[in-house]
């Protein structure tokens, strides 16, 4: 079938309108997904409070949290990480920190108990440089985060600087996330390598699905 000259020029015409619509709406969504703002900040904080809820269980019980741990989650997002480990750790003290004025908002609704009680603390911060003194941490999460970092190695050593002597960092995120926003480590043992190469002594990866996790000891 002949496309006449007219019909295919609006055709391509409308083709490059698509495309040029298309590329500036998929940098703002995942500009928000790091950085979340405004209504739609609102709108993907709240998704996530739910959506990532089985990520951050599964990453929880890789590790052991005994009680009266000092917890910090990065990258808090909704805040259900934070709240899930409050209600299965006694005597647990949390810290989170996002980069997302509205990220804050939603993880202290979604835990304003213990926010009242005094055993977490939210936070606005970049993790590259986190207001909090050495050996401070127990144990630190990394839930769906780190591929959104400005400056990787520089929150990883802020991590390392603040966990305690044989501590341990959890980095979890699902797989096609990394693949898509950290391709230069998609392979999981050039990440495990470079997490030695930053001083962790023991890097553990744990997969299941399109989830992967690094288990780093200090």
Request: one cysteine or more; hydrophobic letters at 40%; glycine letters at 6%.
């Amino acid at each position: 079938m002949l496309i006449n000259k007219k019909r295919f020029q609006f055709l391509l015409a409308a083709m490059v309108l698509f495309i040029m619509a298309y590329n500036p709406i998929t940098k703002y969504l995942v500009d928000q997904a790091k950085h979340p703002t405004r209504f739609i900040g609102q709108l993907i904080t709240n998704i996530w409070s739910s959506y990532f809820e089985t990520l951050s269980i599964w990453s929880n019980n890789l590790v052991y949290l005994p009680e009266g741990s000092t917890i910090l989650d990065v990258g808090f997002g909704g805040g259900s990480n934070i709240k899930y480990i409050n209600k299965t750790i006694a005597n647990v003290t949390l810290y989170g920190i996002d980069i997302s004025q509205e990220s804050l908002k939603t993880a202290a609704r979604n835990n304003q108990n213990g926010i009242t009680k005094g055993n977490i603390s939210l936070s606005v911060q970049d993790v590259a440089a986190m207001a909090f003194d050495d050996a401070m941490f127990d144990t630190i999460f990394v839930i769906q985060s780190h591929m959104y970092w400005n400056q990787l190695d520089d929150g990883l050593r802020q991590c390392y600087r603040t966990l305690t002597d044989h501590g341990t960092l959890v980095i979890a995120s699902e797989i096609d996330k990394i693949n898509y926003h950290l391709s230069e480590y998609s392979n999981h043992d050039l990440f495990k390598n470079h997490l030695q190469k930053l001083g962790f002594t023991k890097v553990t990866v744990r997969i299941k699905g399109n989830y992967v996790a690094f288990i780093c000891n200090k």
